[in-house]
């Protein structure tokens, strides 16, 4: 069984923490109902889903994807390179506790669960604006004994490594090969986003079914004819928020 751990989304949204995209009108009311399809795709899609709201005065709370990292082994909570993402820890570290052991990021290390591509036993991870070196290599030395190999990717023009690239099948990434080297995932297969989607490259993998904006249709139409199952939501005003499908979540099982 997968569990998905969700956050409520918080109705200070239009506070959110932006790096790339110009600030828009957020409607929340609308974002709400978004993340409401979002979580029910997920549910049918076999996830037990568990919505968190101790959070929910903080602007970026539902994009639980950054704040930690769920392996089977352990869980690892991050220290967010936002500083006003930090507070959103002890909320998700009390949802995740009940099913894992948990470590933790310390100062000065920084990363963002969305740098974190995880393929079986590696750990791709970004180092971005928001995961730092420090935080790397912490990250290596917790999981290292558990078999993982932590390997470090540079980015550069988006936020987050998964803004660049995410699994979609076994050995198949979806990849814009404009903010990270396709070289680092030599021996994958990788569809590139089309170049008039810059922000397509995320991607969500539950099980071997994949869930992905609606907002993409070109590159949806390179996914879907490499005959992967897709399921597409409405994300546009989580979007406006600089987020995307794997940042709502943290899947794991049970
Ligand atoms: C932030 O800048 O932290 C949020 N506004 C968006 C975080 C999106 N997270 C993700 O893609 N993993």
Redesign the pocket.
């Known amino acids: 069984m997968l569990v998905a751990i969700t956050h409520a989304v918080s109705p200070n949204l239009n506070q ?4 790339h995209i110009p600030r828009q009108e957020i409607s929340f009311e609308q974002a709400r109902a978004q993340h409401a399809q979002y979580e029910q795709v997920l549910a049918e899609l076999g996830c037990q889903v568990i919505r968190l709201t101790g959070a929910i005065d903080m ?2 709370s539902v ?1 639980v ?2 704040i930690a990292l769920v392996l089977d082994e352990l869980a690892i909570i991050t220290r ?1 390179g ?1 500083e006003t ?1 930090r507070a959103e820890t002890s909320v998700i570290a009390e949802g995740v506790s009940g099913f894992r052991d948990l470590s933790r990021i310390d100062s000065p290390g920084t990363i ?3 740098d974190v591509l995880r393929i079986e036993k590696t750990l791709y991870v970004g180092n971005s604006e ?1 995961t730092n070196e420090s935080g790397i290599f912490q990250l290596a030395g917790l999981v290292e004994p558990y078999g993982y190999e932590v390997v470090p990717v540079p980015v550069d023009g988006c ?2 490594l ?2 660049a690239v995410t699994q979609l099948g076994e050995n198949t990434l979806l990849i814009n090969q404009s903010w990270v080297e396709a070289s680092v995932f030599v021996g994958r297969h990788l569809i590139e986003v089309d170049p008039e989607e810059t922000h397509a490259a ?1 991607a969500l993998l539950v099980g071997s079914e994949i869930i992905y904006p609606t907002s993409f249709p070109k590159t949806l139409a390179r996914i879907e004819e490499e005959g992967f199952s897709v399921h597409t939501v409405d994300m546009s005003e989580l979007q406006k ?4 499908v ?2 709502c979540s943290l899947i794991f099982r049970r």
């Open positions: 959110c923490e932006l790096s602007p970026d994009f994807e950054d967010p936002a993402r963002d669960g969305g928001r936020l987050h998964k803004s995320n928020a600089e987020g995307a794997t940042c």
